[in-house]
């Protein structure tokens, strides 16, 4: 499966739904982490996603649930769904609750907030790819929309120090992102930092630790294979070992 989204706790890591050619897949798997078994394709009530599937979703979870936003079904159409998996019990919830049918986000979390980022979807707003955003309350499972990234952009990266979420890369039409953009949570704005990536790519993904972000691979056009590190004390940003 490509096109698939992932999100998980201490125990369990979680890798949903996605592409499996020729249609969206239903599927959940569930890796247990203290031993790294995978159990494949969770027998889960109600079904998955229905039995349709969905792709190019995003992700979050919190100490309870983890929470499956947007994407696209079989047909290409996309969703303003929000799925909730309850870990205690692997039962899952769904309902409409982004403010725009959106697939391609990216998202970011406080303990108190969700955030589901820019992405792909129809009007308003012009073009494709958006530059809104969307806030889950993780109190009262309500949705709002915060505001705007100051770049429209899709399958782009995210991740966060313990202060601030970052935004990197993705495809902004006309061209692909290398500007990257920080939320401060505390306002729920959205600035640029001065530091580019060396080139833009779309398709890219993140990860981090308390000091580093990393952004890797993607699309330039062409598959890329280059790993950007920034460090979070000084947003500045470098190779991983130079």
Same mark, same amino acid.
């Given at each position: *499966?490509?096109?698939? $989204?992932?999100?998980?706790?201490?125990? /369990? #890591? +979680? !890798?949903? %739904? @996605?592409?499996?050619? &020729?249609?969206?897949?239903?599927?959940?798997?569930?890796?247990?982490?203290?031993?790294?078994?995978?159990?494949?394709?969770?027998?889960?009530?109600?079904?998955?996603?229905?039995?349709?599937?969905?792709?190019?979703?995003?992700?979050?979870?919190?100490?309870?649930?983890?929470?499956?936003?947007?994407?696209?079904?079989?047909?290409?159409?996309?969703?303003?769904?929000?799925?909730?998996?309850?870990?205690?019990?692997?039962?899952?919830?769904?309902?409409?609750?982004?403010?725009?049918? *959106?697939?391609?986000? $990216?998202?970011?979390?406080?303990?108190? /907030? #969700? +955030? !589901?980022? %820019? @992405?792909?979807?129809? &009007?308003?707003?012009?073009?494709?790819?958006?530059?809104?955003?969307?806030?889950?309350?993780?109190?009262?499972?309500?949705?709002?929309?915060?505001?705007?990234?100051?770049?429209?952009?899709?399958?782009?990266?995210?991740?966060?120090?313990?202060?601030?979420?970052?935004?990197?890369?993705?495809?902004?039409?006309?061209?692909?992102?290398?500007?990257?953009?920080?939320?401060?949570?505390?306002?729920?704005?959205?600035?640029?930092?001065?530091?580019?990536?060396?080139?833009?790519?779309?398709?890219?993904?993140?990860?981090?630790?308390?000091?580093?972000? /990393?952004?890797?691979?993607?699309?330039?056009?062409?598959?890329?294979?280059?790993?950007?590190?920034?460090?979070?004390?000084?947003?500045?940003?470098?190779?991983?070992?130079?």
């Amino acid at each position: *499966r490509s096109e698939l $989204s992932a999100a998980g706790n201490s125990n /369990y #890591g +979680y !890798f949903i %739904g @996605g592409l499996s050619s &020729p249609q969206a897949s239903s599927k959940i798997d569930r890796m247990d982490v203290s031993n790294e078994t995978l159990t494949d394709n969770l027998s889960l009530n109600p079904p998955t996603f229905g039995t349709l599937g969905i792709k190019r979703t995003t992700s979050l979870a919190n100490n309870n649930y983890i929470y499956t936003a947007g994407g696209a079904g079989p047909s290409g159409g996309d969703d303003k769904e929000v799925t909730r998996m309850d870990l205690s019990t692997e039962v899952l919830t769904s309902r409409d609750m982004l403010t725009y049918d *959106r697939a391609w986000m $990216s998202s970011l979390k406080t303990p108190s /907030y #969700g +955030y !589901f980022c %820019g @992405g792909e979807g129809p &009007p308003p707003f012009g073009g494709s790819e958006k530059s809104t955003y969307d806030r889950l309350d993780f109190s009262t499972e309500s949705v709002n929309n915060s505001g705007f990234m100051n770049t429209k952009r899709q399958e782009f990266a995210s991740f966060q120090s313990p202060e601030y979420g970052y935004v990197a890369g993705g495809d902004g039409w006309p061209s692909y992102q290398c500007r990257i953009e920080r939320l401060d949570f505390s306002s729920e704005t959205f600035s640029y930092v001065s530091n580019y990536m060396p080139e833009g790519r779309e398709g890219v993904n993140a990860f981090c630790n308390e000091n580093f972000g /990393y952004i890797a691979g993607g699309w330039s056009p062409g598959n890329r294979s280059v790993i950007d590190r920034m460090e979070f004390s000084t947003e500045t940003m470098s190779l991983p070992g130079v």
